[in-house]
Structures are given as structure tokens and as C-alpha cells.
């Protein structure tokens, strides 16, 4: 693949915020240096596989080598012979020890049998088949080597679409079909739109290619299964334990609280960090047998194969009617969402792309057909941007291709569509409310910042010079959907006794007067411990310095509900509105013991520097230290009122207001904050080798009220190098036999610092009416390069042609500029009334 | 087959050390288990993403590349050098915290041994200059722009930026 080596254009709109906040003054909206920056860089974290216990034996996973095979026999004793194995599992015994995992599809996808290793076939190439508990990593994985396995290879099915048709190999007998599940989602008359547009645009195939954003710490965990005490201890970097704990405690037939979740640092996750429930259900059970702690940290190559990717997606038959104007009054399309082997998180990207269903745009008349179908490929996990980015990505295919097909300019048939200021809150078709935005502010913004017009004359003057280069514009308008509604399960499965969703916080005056807060969250990057800090900090009067943060999960400080975890771009709301509520709790509380000590009523009180005073009357003070010894240590002086009804110790819970959806009619509030980013790229094709070289790169996004701009503006520089990454250079194929073709770092292209843009960056804030702090969810970022890096390729090799794949590597380009007739075989076509 | 066993001497952030390695032991596995120095991480197993990466007597290596025997009578340096818990962040990883040039942190060990060598070795340092000599550490987390920024920002200190 390509390295584009651009001339790199700086920018002055960088925020650089450096200057500590003047005492009092509030931090949030205040770029303040993270907190946990410090034992980071002085490699002090504590990631999983930092942990060491005394006894403890290491995981090692024998995987399938054939992408179907039935399983004849599986000959563990040549392992367990060897000194220093402790113990081996294999799927028959993983059966007979545990219930298979439970489903959200319901039937009959919903009889798919899975379990942590696989029983009677292995259904993806680097499936886990047994697995080796011993001594060391080099013991465990020798002994590994020596199992032996007994395979009857079986016909395979790769192809999304071919994967639903009758005569393709069933990858799971019971469920029947290929097709794990099946859904229409309509809104509006699109048959009457198509029939009443003056033109109806059809592309007759979109394909969403399959990808990951590869975390750089692979999965990790301890798991101590304590026999005493029937405990089962795990410190592992799963991101949302609590889902994790749903299909573990089932299937290992434990208490949930049996289940002690801990994480400290970890290394990145990306949506890719929430099915490991299957490796650590194996982990458990070797360390019960054993009776000792387990430690498994996944290789790369077996993370590349054998934990999750991001969601492949076809689309056919698009059909998209459009007014001479230029108004797009909807679209028809259907979707094959390919989920690879086992469903484990899905069906649910069956509902979560329509929280986004119309994108940014007013479109009225919309019908999707999706299906999640089942190849013999590693499963899927929810890659950042999970489900809407693949959705978005179509809608800003549409919109292009309705510009180039109908000779409209791109930047034109976006306003003429987009949803405007002055209609926020904005409710789509299918009952969601986008809560806030200018999107029309944000496209000039952007495309001021990359100088649009100065680049469309240089197209023009290259493109007269024939010089064997072209240059492309391309933009992306997305969508980062955040705060979820569970009850959007319902759409899918109308059993599902889910809706709503919340976060928990504990927030507490400590024994000397020291403030700390728990989180229920647990961040991979995302600096909780430092926003929490400036949120919390300012209710209680003190820096953010002096706000200890403990994040991550600890299953003991019981500061956790059911959603708990970081997922789904919703901390700003969910975790900062728990830590705000808990922080509100216990000011109410300071101020009830102060107010009764000094003799003033609350609000007459100010907290400052960790000290309650009177207004006006300053010698009239507490410090923190003199409330906590009061209530902590010196109770007997307290009016027994005041001391029955203080604890310093506050748990809140955040809870969105949300209703439960409708799944009779598939609409709702799916999600509570609409986060939007623009995206303007410049490309450059070198004609003969289809090079591609990102030239420029600007980014505007909208988020609502930003708590830390510098973190704000990190998310948005890493989920765009993920989507440039994803549109240029990363993929994940396989060849005909299922052997994936991009098993390491050599094969899958993980851009590196020269490949990537520097972007330019810039915030427009429109505060959300419906979060606590005016904040959005904003970590995902909604693949808008995937949308950007398609439209400025298309945009540069010329009119006419169409860019239907999601990613363009060199000769995919050089296709596209030197042979158009092949590149956009299956292009687009206009009827015209 | 058993693994053979081998003793090494050699110096470790400026003190002296010594060890037993198996034949097969990685130098990163050394560290991390034999040392305890956490810092240093592991990202991969085809040396491609340099969370490994430690200096070795000057020089920024893989250590999941090299025997942990080969590094008989070096001097190593890993990120626990750069300063310790409790002491004030060297100026690299101030840098790196004012510029935000650090989310995971889990690349960040390797990174700033990458950054630190090149920022060392070189005279006068181009943007595209510390771009390419940042290719073999792999981020997933900034982009990466803000890493440069900070890199170039302690150049610039140092008078070693070069348009
Ligand atoms: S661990 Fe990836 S290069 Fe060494
Ligand atoms: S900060 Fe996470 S990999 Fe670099």
C-alpha cells in the first residue's frame, strides 16, 4: 500500500491551551493536563499482563486451522505429559462444565449454540479448539503444540451475500440458514417517492469492507477462580464487564457477584475489548481445575484471527429519488451485514445504525432491509463507529454519487439537504431526536479550513497541465450517535426485558477530608480520571488535583448498574452526569454539617479550597478535614439528626430520559445525543500507479459543550486515523479456503506516523438541551474519513465514475482512473422522468 | 527439548545487573518478568509496533527482536530511566503531557525511547524528519499529530528544528 508522503500543512487552529486556570476559576471547558498522564509516561500504568501472582499458570489457545471443519477427535495426553502443564480443556469438557452462552437474536438465530471452545466443529479459521494451562507462556504454548486434533474439513461461505442463498454450507445447522437475523425498517413512501422523483438514482452494489482499529495492548487477563471462597477474581481489559458478567455468570452457572471485576490501565479497546467473556470463561475454568491463578494474553497474530473485527456490509439495489433541485427525497436499499462466525454482540447492529437512519440529511422516505448473516469468518465486535459508520458511510456514497451522476455540485446537494440550526431538536422518521447542531455552519467551517476554493483552482490547473496527477475533494458529513437506549434491543428481539440505560458513581469525603470518586466506567485512553476531576472539582470547591478518580472497573466499590463500562460514546453524559449527581450529594451534605456547626443557614455557605466559609464572614470556616473527623471519627458531638443523615459517602445514578421504543413500528428515541463531524480531504492519484496521497485534511467537529477541548480534540485526531487508515491501507481478507490474508502487522497495514494526515481541527459547540452538562458522547467520530477519502478519490478520478468499496488501496485506484469501464462496472445509472 | 540456560551481566538505567535467560528468552520478556520493569510493552510478535522499544547502548531497538542473551554486557535504558515515580517528568514527557501526545499510553514507553534516541542522535530535525523517525512506533489511540507536536516542540528547545 501507498505511503503518502505529503507536504504537511500546519495549522494555527490547533488548540494548545497550556495555561493553569487562575485559583477558583472553573476547570471544565479548561484544557488542564491529564492526570493520568504521569504514570504513563514514566511507565508506571498497570496494564493486565502486569499483574503477576504467586502460582500463577499461563493460557495458551490451540486454534482451528480450517475455516469449517468438523472436530473427529481432539488427544490432549501428549500435552498433559509434559513437566509443567497444569492443567488442559477442551470444548467437550468446556460443554459438559458450562451452558452455552445466552443470544440477543431471537429464534431462530437465537438457537445458536456457543460456547468458549468449539464443540463438534470449528466454524472460523483460528477458532479456539482447547487450551494448555501451565507453568510458563513458552511451556503453555510447547505444550499446545502437542495437541492434537483430529479435523474432517467442511465446505466453507466467505461471500456476504452468496452466504444467504439455499445451496451456501450452513455454518450453524440449528439456526437452519445462514440469515441470523432479519429486519425491514421503512419510514415514509419510498415506493411513492421513487415513483414521483424526477430522478430515481440506482447503484446496484456498496461494499463496507471489514477492518479493526487493532488496540496496541491484545486481550489480557488474571482470573483467579478462589475455591474457598467460590470468588472468581478477574483482572482483565474487557471494557464492560457488566455485559461480560451477563454471558459469563450463565454460563459458568455462578452468583453474578461471584464475579470480581477489576481493570486498571488498558491499552486501547475500540469496541473490540467486549466479547472476551469466551476466552475468559476458558481462563476461569483452567484455573478452577488447576486451582490456581490464570494468566492469557493474546498474541497479535491470534488477536488479528481470532477475536473480532469490525462489521463487514453490502448493499444492493440502492435507489435513491431526487428533485431536479437537488432534493433527495430518501432512499431504498438492502444491507448484508456480514458478522462473521458467532453473533455475541449482534444482531444488535441490525438496530443501532438506524439511530443515525437518515444521516445528517432531512431525507423523509426511507426503507432498509437488513440482514445479519453468518459466514465462516472471525466474528464481529462493535468497532468504533459500530454499525452507523457502515450506514453513514452508504448515505454519503448516495450523496455524492446523486451530485457526480446528476452533475450537482457535492457542497450544494449536501445544504440543500442537510437538517438546518433552526430545526433542532430535530425528529427523524423513525422517532429519534437529534438533540443539537449547525451543520451547515460546520460544512463552510471546514471548508474554509482546508481552502476549498484555493484547492478546486489547483484542480483545475493540474488537471489542464497534464501533468499524470489529479487532485480530489472530498467530504464527509457524520454522525457519532451516543448515550444508547437499550430498549432499542426490543427492535430486534421484542422478548428482551432491556431499555433505558445509566452509569453509577460514588463520590466520597475520605477519612482526612479528601475527596475521591469511583466510576462504574472503564476508560481505554479517554482521560475519565482527569474530566471527572474538573467536573467534580468545581462542584466542591477544590483543583481538580486534589479529586482522586479511581476508574476502571473494581466490582467491590459496588459503583457500578448494568450499562456500566465505555462504550458507545456516552461518558460525557452518563459518567460525568453519575460523578456530577454523586458530587451534588455530597456538597449537600458538607453543607448540612457546616451550615449546623456555624450556625448559618446552607446557603449562606461557600466552598472554596476545600473549606466551607460564610459568605461575608469568612472566620466563620471548615475545612474538609474538620467535616470529615466530625462525621467520621467524632460522631458523639454531632445533633443526632445531623449524624443519621450524613454518610460523605454518596453513590448516584445517572439515568437518561428515556421511554421504550416501539417495535412494532421500529422507531424511538434510540439515543440521546447526536455529536456531528465534518470532514474536507484532498487527495492526490498519481495516474500511473495509482498512488494516492492525502494532500490536506480538516476536521470540524461539533459536540456540544466540551469539557477538556485537548481531550475533545484527541478523539477526533484518533478516530480520523482510523478511518484514513481503514479507507487507504487496512483491510482484513481471505482467501478462498477462509485463511484470513492479513494475520499480523506485516500483512494488516496499521498506519504509522508518516501515513497519517495532520489534521487540522476545529470545535463548534452548540450545547445539547438534553445532557447534564450540555456535553455529547464523541468518542467514535462516525468513520467520517471512510465518507471523506471515498468522496476526494471519486472527486479526482473524474465524472462518471463511481467509488462503490470502502477501501481504495493503490491498484483498487489505478483501476478506477485507468480502467473506469472495470472500476465502475457496477457504478450507478440515472432514470430521469 | 530443554531449554539451555545462560548467565548475563549487564547495565540497566545506569545501574549493574545480572540474570540467568533461557536460550529462547526475548530481551522484552527479560525486562518485563526477570527486571519488573513494567514499562516497556508488547504490542505485537512480528516487530512491527515497537512498544517494545528500548535504547541499547545508544541505539533505539526492538526488544521483542532481540535474545535476551545478545544483550550480555550492554548498557539498557528503558523508560523507567527517563525519571522516576515521585521525581518531575524529564522534558520529552512533559512535552508529551502538554501536547496531550498520550491516551492508552500503552505505545507511550516506546514511543518516548524512540523519540529520545532520534531526538539525541540528530543535529537539526525536518516536521517530515520526525514523522519517519517515528514509523516504526505504532499508536493507535492520537493519530499521532500531537506526538509529533511534542517531539518537535523539545527540537525546538533544543535548537535541533529545522525547517
Ligand atoms: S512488541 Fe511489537 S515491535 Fe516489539
Ligand atoms: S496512546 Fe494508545 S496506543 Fe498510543
Known amino acids: 500500500m501507498s505511503i503518502p508522503t505529503p507536504t504537511p500543512t500546519r495549522t494555527d487552529e490547533r488548540i494548545t491551551t497550556w495555561t493553569p486556570p487562575a485559583p477558583n476559576a472553573p476547570s471544565v471547558g479548561q484544557s488542564i493536563p491529564r492526570k493520568e498522564d504521569r504514570?504513563?509516561?514514566?511507565?508506571?500504568?498497570?496494564?493486565?499482563?502486569?499483574?503477576?501472582?504467586?502460582?500463577?499458570?499461563?493460557?495458551?489457545?490451540?486454534?482451528?486451522?480450517?475455516?469449517?471443519?468438523?472436530?473427529?477427535?481432539?488427544?490432549?495426553?501428549?500435552?498433559?505429559?509434559?513437566?509443567?502443564?497444569?492443567?488442559?480443556?477442551?470444548?467437550?469438557?468446556?460443554?459438559?462444565?458450562?451452558?452455552?452462552?445466552?443470544?440477543?437474536?431471537?429464534?431462530?438465530?437465537?438457537?445458536?449454540?456457543?460456547?468458549?471452545?468449539?464443540?463438534?466443529?470449528?466454524?472460523?479459521?483460528?477458532?479456539?479448539?482447547?487450551?494448555?494451562?501451565?507453568?510458563?507462556?513458552?511451556?503453555?504454548?510447547?505444550?499446545?503444540?502437542?495437541?492434537?486434533?483430529?479435523?474432517?474439513?467442511?465446505?466453507?461461505?466467505?461471500?456476504?451475500?452468496?452466504?444467504?442463498?439455499?445451496?451456501?454450507?450452513?455454518?450453524?445447522?440449528?439456526?437452519?440458514?445462514?440469515?441470523?437475523?432479519?429486519?425491514?425498517?421503512?419510514?415514509?413512501?419510498?415506493?411513492?417517492?421513487?415513483?414521483?422523483?424526477?430522478?430515481?438514482?440506482?447503484?446496484?452494489?456498496?461494499?463496507?469492507?471489514?477492518?479493526?482499529?487493532?488496540?496496541?495492548?491484545?486481550?489480557?487477563?488474571?482470573?483467579?477462580?478462589?475455591?474457598?471462597?467460590?470468588?472468581?477474581?478477574?483482572?482483565?481489559?474487557?471494557?464492560?464487564?457488566?455485559?461480560?458478567?451477563?454471558?459469563?455468570?450463565?454460563?459458568?452457572?455462578?452468583?453474578?457477584?461471584?464475579?470480581?471485576?477489576?481493570?486498571?490501565?488498558?491499552?486501547?479497546?475500540?469496541?473490540?475489548?467486549?466479547?472476551?467473556?469466551?476466552?475468559?470463561?476458558?481462563?476461569?475454568?483452567?484455573?478452577?481445575?488447576?486451582?490456581?491463578p490464570a494468566k492469557w494474553t493474546e498474541y497479535r497474530s491470534e488477536h488479528l484471527v481470532g477475536s473480532c473485527h469490525g462489521n463487514e456490509r453490502t448493499f444492493e439495489g440502492i435507489e435513491v429519488p431526487v428533485m431536479a433541485d437537488g432534493q433527495i427525497l430518501g432512499f431504498s436499499a438492502t444491507a448484508y451485514d456480514d458478522v462473521g462466525a458467532f453473533m455475541r454482540y449482534e444482531p444488535l447492529g441490525g438496530v443501532i445504525f438506524s439511530q443515525v437512519l437518515p444521516g445528517c440529511y432531512r431525507f423523509q422516505h426511507l426503507r432498509v432491509d437488513y440482514r445479519t448473516v453468518i459466514t465462516n469468518k472471525t466474528p464481529v465486535g462493535p468497532n468504533r463507529g459500530y454499525s452507523r459508520l457502515q450506514h453513514l458511510w452508504m448515505v454519503e456514497r448516495i450523496v455524492d454519487v446523486v451530485a457526480s451522476q446528476l452533475g450537482l455540485d457535492p457542497v450544494a446537494v449536501r445544504k440543500r439537504n442537510y437538517i438546518s440550526a433552526d430545526q433542532f431538536p430535530y425528529e427523524t422518521p423513525n422517532g429519534c431526536l437529534y438533540d443539537s447542531g449547525d451543520y451547515h455552519g460546520a460544512l463552510d467551517r471546514v471548508l474554509e479550513l482546508v481552502d476549498y476554493d484555493g484547492w478546486r483552482a489547483r484542480q483545475a490547473a493540474l488537471r489542464a497541465s497534464g501533468s499524470g496527477r489529479r487532485i480530489g475533494i472530498g467530504i464527509g458529513s457524520t454522525l457519532d450517535s451516543g448515550t444508547s437506549n437499550f430498549g432499542q434491543a426490543r427492535l430486534i428481539n421484542r422478548e428482551l426485558q432491556y431499555s433505558g440505560n445509566g452509569e453509577a458513581a460514588i463520590c466520597k469525603l475520605d477519612l482526612g477530608g479528601e475527596i475521591s470518586v469511583a466510576l462504574g466506567t472503564v476508560p481505554q485512553g479517554q482521560g475519565h480520571e482527569t474530566t471527572t476531576a474538573q467536573v467534580v472539582g468545581d462542584t466542591l470547591g477544590v483543583s481538580p488535583d486534589e479529586v482522586r478518580v479511581l476508574a476502571g472497573a473494581d466490582s467491590a466499590r459496588n459503583a457500578y448498574v448494568a450499562f456500566s463500562g465505555t462504550y458507545a460514546s456516552q461518558f460525557a453524559?452518563?459518567?460525568?452526569?453519575?460523578?456530577?449527581?454523586?458530587?451534588?450529594?455530597?456538597?449537600?451534605?458538607?453543607?448540612?454539617?457546616?451550615?449546623?456547626?456555624?450556625?448559618?443557614?446552607?446557603?449562606?455557605?461557600?466552598?472554596?479550597?476545600?473549606?466551607?466559609?460564610?459568605?461575608?464572614?469568612?472566620?466563620?470556616?471548615?475545612?474538609?478535614?474538620?467535616?470529615?473527623?466530625?462525621?467520621?471519627?467524632?460522631?458523639?458531638?454531632?445533633?443526632?439528626?445531623?449524624?443519621?443523615?450524613?454518610?460523605?459517602?454518596?453513590?448516584?445514578?445517572?439515568?437518561?430520559?428515556?421511554?421504550?421504543?416501539?417495535?412494532?413500528?421500529?422507531?424511538?428515541?434510540?439515543?440521546?445525543?447526536?455529536?456531528?463531524?465534518?470532514?474536507?480531504?484532498?487527495?492526490?492519484?498519481?495516474?500511473?500507479?495509482?498512488?494516492?496521497?492525502?494532500?490536506?485534511?480538516?476536521?470540524?467537529?461539533?459536540?456540544?459543550?466540551?469539557?477538556?477541548?485537548?481531550?475533545?480534540?484527541?478523539?477526533?485526531?484518533?478516530?480520523?486515523?482510523?478511518?484514513?487508515?481503514?479507507?487507504?491501507?487496512?483491510?482484513?481478507?481471505?482467501?478462498?479456503?477462509?485463511?484470513?490474508?492479513?494475520?499480523?502487522?506485516?500483512?494488516?497495514?496499521?498506519?504509522?506516523?508518516?501515513?497519517?494526515?495532520?489534521?487540522?481541527?476545529?470545535?463548534?459547540?452548540?450545547?445539547?438541551?438534553?445532557?447534564?452538562?450540555?456535553?455529547?458522547?464523541?468518542?467514535?467520530?462516525?468513520?467520517?474519513?471512510?465518507?471523506?477519502?471515498?468522496?476526494?478519490?471519486?472527486?479526482?478520478?473524474?465524472?462518471?465514475?463511481?467509488?462503490?468499496?470502502?477501501?481504495?488501496?493503490?491498484?483498487?485506484?489505478?483501476?478506477?482512473?485507468?480502467?473506469?469501464?472495470?472500476?465502475?462496472?457496477?457504478?450507478?445509472?440515472?432514470?430521469?422522468? | 527439548m530443554a531449554d539451555s540456560s545462560h548467565p548475563i551481566e549487564l547495565t540497566v538505567n545506569g545501574e549493574p545487573a545480572e540474570g540467568v535467560v533461557l536460550g529462547r528468552q526475548l530481551l522484552v520478556h527479560f525486562i518485563r518478568d526477570t527486571l519488573g520493569l513494567r514499562g516497556t510493552h508488547i504490542g505485537c510478535d512480528s516487530g512491527n509496533c515497537g512498544a517494545c522499544t528500548v535504547i541499547v547502548d545508544g541505539r533505539a531497538i526492538k526488544s521483542c527482536m532481540q535474545l535476551a542473551v545478545q544483550a550480555d554486557g550492554s548498557d539498557l535504558r528503558t523508560v523507567e530511566s527517563l525519571s522516576a515515580p515521585g521525581e518531575e517528568l524529564d522534558e520529552l514527557q512533559g512535552a508529551f503531557t502538554k501536547h496531550h501526545a498520550l491516551?492508552?499510553?500503552?505505545?507511550?514507553?516506546?514511543?518516548?525511547?524512540?523519540?529520545t534516541a532520534l531526538l539525541d542522535d540528530a543535529d537539526a530535525l525536518t516536521l517530515d524528519e520526525i514523522r519517519r523517525g517515528l514509523k516504526g512506533n505504532i499508536c493507535r489511540c492520537t493519530g499521532y499529530v500531537n506526538i509529533v507536536h511534542a517531539v518537535e516542540d523539545v527540537a525546538e528547545r533544543r535548537g535541533k528544528r529545522s525547517a
Open chain 1, 39 to 292: 504514570r504513563l509516561l514514566q511507565g508506571q500504568g498497570l496494564f493486565t499482563d502486569d499483574l503477576w501472582m504467586h502460582r500463577m499458570g499461563h493460557v495458551h489457545f490451540v486454534r482451528s486451522p480450517h475455516a469449517h471443519a468438523r472436530i473427529v477427535d481432539v488427544d490432549v495426553s501428549r500435552a498433559e505429559a509434559q513437566p509443567g502443564v497444569y492443567a488442559t480443556l477442551t470444548g467437550e469438557e468446556a460443554r459438559g462444565l458450562t451452558d452455552r452462552y445466552p443470544q440477543i437474536a431471537p429464534e431462530p438465530g437465537g438457537s445458536m449454540k456457543d460456547w468458549c471452545l468449539a464443540v463438534g466443529k470449528a466454524r472460523f479459521a483460528g477458532e479456539p479448539v482447547a487450551a494448555v494451562l501451565a507453568e510458563t507462556r513458552e511451556l503453555a504454548r510447547d505444550a499446545a503444540a502437542l495437541v492434537e486434533v483430529e479435523y474432517e474439513v467442511l465446505p466453507v461461505t466467505l461471500d456476504g451475500v452468496a452466504t444467504t442463498r439455499p445451496d451456501a454450507p450452513l455454518v450453524h445447522e440449528e439456526v437452519g440458514s445462514n440469515v441470523g437475523w432479519k429486519g425491514v425498517y421503512e419510514f415514509g413512501d419510498v415506493d411513492w417517492a421513487l415513483e414521483h422523483a424526477d430522478h430515481v438514482v440506482r447503484i446496484p452494489h456498496l461494499h463496507f469492507h471489514r477492518f479493526s482499529s487493532t488496540p496496541l495492548e491484545c486481550n489480557a487477563a488474571v482470573v483467579n477462580w478462589e475455591q474457598g471462597t467460590d470468588t472468581i477474581h478477574i483482572l482483565s481489559n474487557n471494557q464492560m464487564p457488566q455485559f461480560a458478567a451477563m454471558y459469563l455468570a450463565p454460563a459458568l452457572g455462578v452468583r453474578t457477584d461471584q464475579l470480581q471485576f477489576r481493570s486498571q490501565d488498558i491499552g486501547g479497546a475500540f469496541g473490540l475489548k467486549l466479547t472476551s467473556y469466551t476466552n475468559i470463561t476458558a481462563v476461569a475454568l483452567l484455573s478452577r481445575k488447576a486451582n490456581r
Open chain 1, 573 to 833: 453524559v452518563t459518567g460525568i452526569g453519575a460523578a456530577l449527581g454523586a458530587a451534588r450529594a455530597l456538597r449537600e451534605e458538607i453543607l448540612m454539617v457546616a451550615a449546623s456547626v456555624l450556625e448559618a443557614e446552607p446557603e449562606e455557605l461557600t466552598l472554596v479550597g476545600a473549606t466551607v466559609s460564610v459568605e461575608g464572614d469568612e472566620d466563620r470556616a471548615m475545612t474538609f478535614a474538620q467535616i470529615a473527623n466530625l462525621v467520621y471519627a467524632n460522631n458523639g458531638a454531632m445533633p443526632p439528626e445531623l449524624a443519621d443523615a450524613v454518610t460523605l459517602n454518596r453513590r448516584f445514578v445517572y439515568r437518561p430520559p428515556f421511554g421504550v421504543p416501539d417495535w412494532r413500528t421500529k422507531s424511538g428515541h434510540l439515543t440521546l445525543t447526536y455529536a456531528s463531524q465534518f470532514h474536507a480531504c484532498v487527495v492526490e492519484i498519481e495516474e500511473e500507479t495509482g498512488q494516492t496521497t492525502v494532500l490536506d485534511y480538516a476536521i470540524v467537529d461539533e459536540c456540544g459543550t466540551p469539557i477538556n477541548p485537548q481531550i475533545v480534540e484527541g478523539q477526533v485526531h484518533g478516530a480520523a486515523a482510523h478511518g484514513v487508515a481503514a479507507a487507504l491501507q487496512e483491510t482484513l481478507e481471505y482467501d478462498e479456503d477462509g485463511q484470513l490474508l492479513n494475520g499480523t502487522f506485516w500483512d494488516y497495514h496499521v498506519v504509522s506516523a508518516p501515513d497519517t494526515p495532520l489534521f487540522k481541527t476545529d470545535n463548534l459547540p452548540r450545547p445539547s438541551p438534553f445532557t447534564p452538562t450540555g456535553s455529547k458522547g464523541m468518542g467514535e467520530g462516525g468513520g467520517g474519513p471512510l465518507h471523506a477519502v471515498c468522496s476526494a478519490i471519486q472527486d479526482a478520478v473524474g465524472p462518471g465514475v463511481v467509488v462503490t468499496d470502502s477501501h481504495n488501496p493503490t491498484e483498487r485506484v489505478w483501476e478506477l482512473v485507468n480502467e473506469p469501464s472495470v472500476g465502475a462496472r457496477e457504478g450507478a445509472e440515472v432514470i430521469s422522468r
Open chain 2, 103 to 115: 491516551q492508552c499510553g500503552y505505545c507511550t514507553p516506546g514511543m518516548l525511547m524512540s523519540a
